[in-house]
Nanobody, 122 residues
Framework: QVQLAESGGGLVQPGGSLKLSCIAS????????MAWYRQAPGLQRELVAR???????NYTDSVKGRASISRDNAKNTVDLQMNDLKPEDTAVYYC????????????????WGPGTLVTVAS
């Protein structure tokens, strides 16, 4: 119904920047919120940044001031710009579509991308 594909992960030096991109595909006519989560080894998946259809954003405290989320509602894309990266930002980053409304399906669906690895190391 809804497929997500992330891109932009890789190896970055501490203090560097990275932009992650995600595109949602399917017969979508609206996605309530799009978000980025991350999961580091041995830890639970956590929200990094989220943006609603109307533009309301929220960030986890550890990335405030270093991350910026943006989305294009018409294209069903969401980007995450991260600056001043730290080793503790190392994780698999997942794109999430929250309450995606799909044509001919009454109830909205949630979807996850397969994840993209971000490694911050010198």
């Amino acid at each position: 119904q809804v497929q997500l594909a992330e891109s932009g992960g890789g190896l970055v030096q501490p203090g560097g920047s990275l932009k992650l991109s995600c595109i949602a595909s399917g017969s979508i006519y609206k996605i309530y919120a799009m978000a980025w989560y991350r999961q580091a080894p041995g830890l639970q998946r956590e929200l990094v940044a989220r943006m609603t259809y109307g533009g309301t954003t929220n960030y986890t405290d550890s990335v405030k001031g270093r991350a910026s989320i943006s989305r294009d509602n018409a294209k069903n894309t969401v980007d995450l710009q991260m600056n001043d990266l730290k080793p503790e930002d190392t994780a698999v980053y997942y794109c999430n579509a929250e309450r995606a409304f799909v044509y001919y399906i009454e109830d909205p669906v949630d979807a996850w991308g397969p994840g993209t690895l971000v490694t911050v190391a010198s």
